[in-house]
């Protein structure tokens, strides 16, 4: 016992040193996931809104009001500024997206009968100006509509008609109105975002790969003759070949912690809450890879060939299982379900957003069924992997 855990623990501790294994393994797929979950990203992000209301009249309570209303709070955050300069310079400076200053005398005016706007700033994003305008345009129009109704039908007969007007202009679907062109009623990442759709699908991808790392360590150390070597030191060598695979799985195990944990840090990916199921998806998935690649380094027999055979295979599946290009499952024939990707991934998706726990668990059986056949054919192959040249 104590054997293979020192084993294994150095192999982390060697894995941990090695830059270039940390880069491809932790680095790449953080950049992937940000680079591609940024680039098809459909949800729409607040545009932030620099205020500064220098009105003290009648109308002040309808605008603080309409400004702090939770319903326009998705497409609106208010920004307060202390002056109209200091508006226009959180727009310059790109502090806020867009830029709205209330004149002093706007609801003298506007009680005096005539049509007064407030005065905008566009920001550098065109959406951003676009949903602010759609929100200041609705509230100004409204207004306008209920001062023409006073003028010509009278007050009383216009605040039956103004009541209204006021109970459609508080609801969010009238501030702004939101459509996917082209999407129609289909959503391309299912039920997740972009960014959680790329992060479930290169944590698996790249978990794959650090089940390699235990196939290329016993290559390694075959070809240098540290395999020969441990023949001759007290214990057993199947212990030590055992150590060995078990520090790649927790190389994998460390991988699935930092990505995790980073995503939903800094790139704000909500996991979800079932953290148990997930981490078991992961080891599962770092067992599949690690017992796929000592099975093709039993066939290659060095290391480039199996890097090569391994990457082809890992490659091939991220692809069929629609991590590199959504809806191609569709087009593949059912082939998308012959990876351990596929069963992965539609795990890790369901558990972020909390679909039935029934189906989830046929998906992880699934998933632990390949990783025990794999798991199997690696052990009957691994002499082939650890046999020295004659």
Known sequence: MRAWWTTAYYELIKYSRMRSVLILLIGLPLLLI????????????????????????????SMDSFWNDEEISPYIKVLEAGSEKEVQDFV????????????????????????VKWLTYSGRYVEKNIAADSVVNRYLANVNLRLAAIETL???????????VDSQSETSGNLIATYNLGAGDSQIFGETSAIQYYSAAYLIMFLLYSGMTAAI??????????????YAIPGSFRVMVFGIIVGAVML???????????????????????FGSITL?????????TGLALTIASFARTRKTTQTMFSIVAFS?????GGMMTGIEKMVGGANKLTINHWANVSLRALMTDTDTTAI???????????????IIAVIRLPKVVKMHA
């Open 317 to 321: 599946m991220t692809f069929l299982s």
């Open 252 to 274: 994998g195990a460390l991988q699935a912690v930092i990505i995790i944990a980073f995503t939903a840090n800094v790139y704000g990916v909500e996991w979800g809450s079932h």
């Open 281 to 289: 998806i992961c080891l599962l998935t770092t067992v599949a890879g």
């Open 92 to 115: 310059r400076e790109g502090i806020a997206d867009y830029g709205v200053f209330i004149p002093a005398n706007y609801s003298e005016q506007l009680m005096a009968g005539e049509t």
């Open 217 to 230: 360590a016993l290559l390694n150390q075959r070809e240098s003759g540290t395999l020969q070597r441990l």
């Open 361 to 375: 668990w046929n998906d992880i059986g699934i998933l632990g069924a390949i990783a025990l056949v794999l798991s």
């Open 34 to 61: 940000l680079l591609l979950g940024s680039a098809f990203d459909t949800d729409i992000k607040p545009a932030k809104v620099a205020l500064f209301n220098a009105d003290q009249g009648e109308m002040k309570a």
């Open 154 to 164: 009278g007050s009383e007969r216009a605040a039956a008609i103004g009541s209204g």
